[in-house]
Nanobody, 132 residues
């Protein structure tokens, strides 16, 4: 069973930045697509970024809400993905979760950002609060 550990959340003012990190143990990290999802109280979980496994040489995928503000990368030597979040807005307030694709070599296809069911979320998440 994968064991992701998320970190880097916190409280910032609008316009601020945070850098989230997720380190995953318990699986062959490079062969799994890794995602960041978030969930605000009373709302559905939504995708933010997806990093394809190394069998797919592709830049990270971002949701429309994240494009232009969030960037990320994966380091397969460290079994880690990071998400740099800039120009944060109030609506970015949520708990952010790191997900591992349910299928080895499964990709970030189509509407992945609306399908949290294709990922496993075994971590505790990290809270991001954007408020003035």
């Amino acid at each position: 069973q994968a064991r992701p550990v998320e970190s880097g959340g916190g409280a910032v003012q609008p316009g601020g930045s945070l850098r989230l990190s997720c380190t995953v143990s318990g699986l062959d990290f490079a062969s799994y697509s890794i995602s960041w999802f978030r969930q605000a109280p009373g709302k559905e979980r939504e995708g933010v970024a997806c990093f394809a496994h190394t069998g797919i040489p592709h830049a990270p995928f971002y949701s429309e809400a994240a494009k232009g503000r969030f960037t990320g990368s994966r380091d397969n030597d460290k079994d880690t993905v990071v998400l740099q979040m800039n120009s944060l807005k109030d609506e970015d307030t949520a708990t952010y979760y790191c997900g591992t694709h349910r299928v080895q070599y499964g990709g970030c296809y189509g509407s992945w950002f609306r399908d949290p069911e294709i990922f496993n979320f075994w971590g505790q998440g990290t809270q991001v609060t954007v408020s003035s």
